[in-house]
Nanobody, 124 residues
Framework: QVQLVESGGGLVQAGGSLRLSCAAS????????MGWFCQAPGKEREFVAA????????YYADSVKGRFTISRDNAKNTVYLQMNSLKPEDTGVYYC?????????????????WGQGTQVTVSS
């Protein structure tokens, strides 16, 4: 069992930055692919980024490429999402998730454990 807790969300103006963190407990996060998803108001949860267990492979949704960076510190069992040049359309609840099958999937069904989410609001 893995417990995931996100933090770092908040209110920011367009063009600003935020850094989200996701702390894992229980089984170590080292053996998991980790992903970030976003659920905007009135919309389904969508893939944002994923990182392999080694940290050497990353994958991003087209909408965030060049603006967001996913990283992990396995010694701290923590995954990060650095969000720069934020836009109002980035607003939503951001969830981190863990995939025990070590895939790099972009669908929710690929992930086995989920956090409770952290709210990000970008004002125009």
């Amino acid at each position: 069992q893995v417990q995931l807790v996100e933090s770092g969300g908040g209110l920011v103006q367009a063009g600003g930055s935020l850094r989200l963190s996701c702390a894992a407990s229980g089984r170590t996060s080292v053996d998991y692919t980790m992903g970030w998803f976003c659920q905007a108001p009135g919309k389904e949860r969508e893939f944002v980024a994923a990182i392999s267990w080694s940290g050497r492979r990353t994958y991003y949704a087209d909408s965030v490429k060049g603006r967001f960076t996913i990283s992990r510190d396995n010694a701290k069992n923590t995954v990060y999402l650095q969000m720069n040049s934020l836009k109002p359309e980035d607003t939503g609840v951001y969830y981190c998730a863990a995939d025990i099958d070590l895939g790099m999937g972009t669908s929710e069904s690929s992930y086995d454990y989920w956090g409770q989410g952290t709210q990000v609001t970008v004002s125009s």
